[in-house]
Structure formats: C-alpha cells, structure tokens
C-alpha cells in the first residue's frame, strides 16, 4: 500500500522511458527537465551528484541514475520498481525486432521518422550542461576542470576509459586544497555488504555453470552460456554502448568464425554480422537505454535452437544479464559512497568530480555537434542548417518555455516525418 503514493512517479517514468531518446548523455536533460524541475522528485545538485557517481560505475551510466531516482525517493522498492519500468519498453522492442527480424529486409526505409531525434538528443544535452554550469562551476580550479575535461573530452571523445580517469583526476586535483572542508558530520555507518556479496556470488556461479554446461554438453547450455556472457558485458564495460557493441560483435560474430572453435567444433552463441549490425542501428532509433540491445542479441543467438520458449528466454536473459549488475553495483556503492562524503577528503573531490561532469557534458555536445551539423561530401564540408536549427530550437524551448520533453520528442518525430 506504501508503494499506491509513488504511482504519479511511477507514471512519470514509464512516460520518460518510451520518450527518452539520445542515450546517456540525452537522457540526463530529460533527466533534469522532468524529475527536476517539473517534478522536484530531486534538487539539481542530487541529479548532478548522481550522474557524477555513475559515472565512475561500470554498467549502464543512464539506467543507474534513473534507478537512484528510485532509490532516493522510495528506498530499494521503488528503485526495483523504477528499474523494471525505465528498461521494459526498449527491451520489447529490441526483443521483439529479434523475432520480426526476418520482415524488415528493408528496414532502412522506415525508420527515416527518427531523422531528427540525434540533433535533438543533443540540444537536451546543450540544455544540461549550460544548467549544470550553474550548479558546480563557481570557482577557478572548477573553471579549470571544465575546460580541461571539455577539451580531453572533444578530443577523445571514443576512448571510453578518458571518463572515469578525468574524474579521477578531477577529484584529486581539488583535494590539494584544504580550504574547502565541510563540517563534522555524523561518522560513517557500518557498510552493509549483501548486494556486494549478491553480485560476486551470482558472477561466480554463472562463469561455473556455464563453463559446466558447455564442457557437459547440457541440453540447454546456450542459456547458461548467454546469462554468463552478458552478466560479464553488464559487470565490466565503462563507457556505455559504444563501448558494449564492439564487445558483443566480438564474442556473437568474430570469435564464431576464429580458426580455433571452427577446428574444435565448438556449438557456440552466434549470430550474422548484417544482423548484428541492424539490431545496433535500431537500437539507437528508439527510446530507453542501449542496453536494450541485449534483448535482441539474447534472442538472436536462440533463434538457432528453433523454439520460440528458447528465443524468448534468450531476450530475458540477455536483458537481465546486462542490467542485474548496473543495479547491484550501484544499490550496493550509493550508500557506500553516500558514506564516504562525511570525509573531508571525499567531500572536496566532489568539487572536481562534478566540474569534469559539466567538462564532459560540455565537450559531448561540440563533438556531436561537429559529428551531425558538419557532413562531409567529397573533398567539400557542408553544414546541416536544418540539424543545427533542431539543436538550437530544442535548447531554447527547454530553456525558454515549460513545454515538457514528450512533445518536444513527438515534434521532432513529426518533422522528420513530413521532410
């Protein structure tokens, strides 16, 4: 009954989930637009105190701060809950596509809708950086943090580890001052270690079970060996889903074809390169996370056991398998974390930490702006006017107006219709 009063949240998430384009770093603006400053579910520096932490988290940045949302506004319940309802319409689909596969030979063709959903994404992401340069930007080292996590950001904008390790940085740099030490507060709680204990144990009896089952040649090794493969992906990716991809491109579409399983004659997951490639694109089309592409990879590599139980079982395991550790790792740290600011130590690096969050949100945007506005043809580069009109309009409304982010998503979605 606790959990009647948090439906309107609940509501207001299954909303953002089938409206939250852009990844990541999209979804952050939608993220401050809507629990924010139209719900006040969290103030502005909880939000940029949540994206900082994930951030130095392996695993899904955007679907971790949306579950802390959860967290902070119903305890373990309500992040459970939040969790299930932000990743359940984008595995549907992406699930579903695994299935339908087989009917959009010519998927190419309409999916021209979505046209204007990336220069939108990054006018959410103009709008979150220019609010978060409010919030953690008032003095020369964070200046400095910024510019300097700006620039390494545009530069290397490809190298997933440059994001936890400019963090890092970022919070050593502001501890060579002792001038800004909060307070004594109450002293740290004991740690509580179950989730901790959760994600070790089931990370150990999952590469146990599915190395068993594959050497045992149990009848239905491939879903243990799907579990394993994207608890792994979920445990240990930084970066997001450009980073995941090439991972599981690797192991469902290269490593198949390696000399060494075609001479062992190994029945290994796999899947064809065009499909792989679809699933990808797609994804990045619809609303949600990217991690979504689980669903359509767990369900691509059952399809070869030709049973619809099998398949579908693939979809929920390769979902599950890719966020269950996301959820641990962050239920588990928060509260660790939250524990450790009472430090003074920890307290002054988060001036750093949150300066080379706007840093990176900052040098996202121009990177992505330079990667759609300017278009190469030929020896000649051309500017995307209509592009950069989205970004630029997307920005001001968000700015300028209260008009909330679904219709500013179903706007662009109807002009990349029409043109």
């Not at 952050?28 to 719900?39: A, N």
């Not at 579950?67 to 506004?73: D, E, S």
């Not at 087989?102 to 994404?121: C, E, N, Q, T």
């Not at 390696?258 to 064809?272: A, G």
Request: charged content about 15%; some cysteine.
């Amino acid at each position: 009954m606790v959990l009647l009063r948090h439906i309107p949240f609940l509501r207001t998430v299954f909303l953002y989930s089938v409206t939250a384009f852009g990844g990541p770093q999209g979804h952050y603006g939608m993220m401050l637009k809507t629990f924010v400053q139209k719900r006040k579910d969290i103030s502005e520096h909880e939000l940029l105190d949540f994206v900082s932490f994930c951030n130095m988290l392996p695993g899904a940045s955007s679907t971790q701060t949306i579950t802390l949302i959860g967290y902070k506004r119903g305890g373990i319940p309500l992040a459970i809950l939040t969790l299930l309802i932000w990743i359940l319409p984008a595995c549907t689909i992406m699930g579903a596509l695994s299935f339908l596969l087989d009917y959009f030979d010519d998927i190419g063709l309409h999916v021209s809708v979505f046209r204007f959903i990336k220069p939108m994404a990054i006018g959410f992401i103009a709008f979150s950086s220019f609010r978060m340069y409010g919030v953690a930007i008032h003095n020369t080292i964070t200046r400095v943090i910024m510019v300097v996590a700006g620039i390494t950001t545009f530069l290397a904008f490809k190298t997933p580890w440059v994001f936890p390790i400019l963090i890092v940085a970022a919070g050593i740099a502001t501890n060579f001052s002792d001038k800004r030490i909060p307070q004594k507060g109450n002293p740290p709680k004991q740690i509580k270690w179950g989730n901790m204990l959760i994600f070790l144990a089931i990370f150990a009896v999952a590469g146990y079970l599915s190395e068993t089952a594959a050497t045992q040649h149990w009848k239905s090794r491939k879903a243990f060996n799907l579990f394993e493969n994207t608890y792994r992906f979920g445990s240990l990716v930084f970066g997001g889903g450009d980073v995941l991809m090439p991972l599981m491109y690797e192991q469902y579409v290269t490593r198949p074809e390696t000399k060494r399983i075609q001479e062992n004659k190994r029945d290994v997951l796999k899947m064809e390169r065009d499909d792989f490639l679809t699933g990808s694109g797609f994804v990045r089309a619809i609303p949600g996370p990217v991690f979504s592409i689980g669903a359509f990879t767990g369900g691509m590599v059952m399809r070869s056991e030709n049973n619809t139980s099998m398949q579908l079982l693939g979809c929920v395991l390769g979902a599950v398998g890719l966020f269950l550790p996301s959820a641990l790792l962050v239920l588990f740290f928060f509260p660790v974390w939250h524990n450790l600011k009472k430090y003074a130590v920890i307290y002054r690096s988060l001036e750093g930490i949150n300066a080379a969050v706007v840093g990176i949100m900052m040098g996202a945007t121009l990177y992505l702006i330079k990667d759609i506005v300017l278009i190469e043809l030929g020896n000649m580069t051309q500017v995307g006017f209509i592009d950069l009109a989205i970004i630029i309009t997307t920005f001001l409304l968000l700015n300028k107006t209260k008009i909330p982010p679904p219709f500013i998503v179903l706007s662009c979605l109807l002009v990349g219709w029409l043109i």
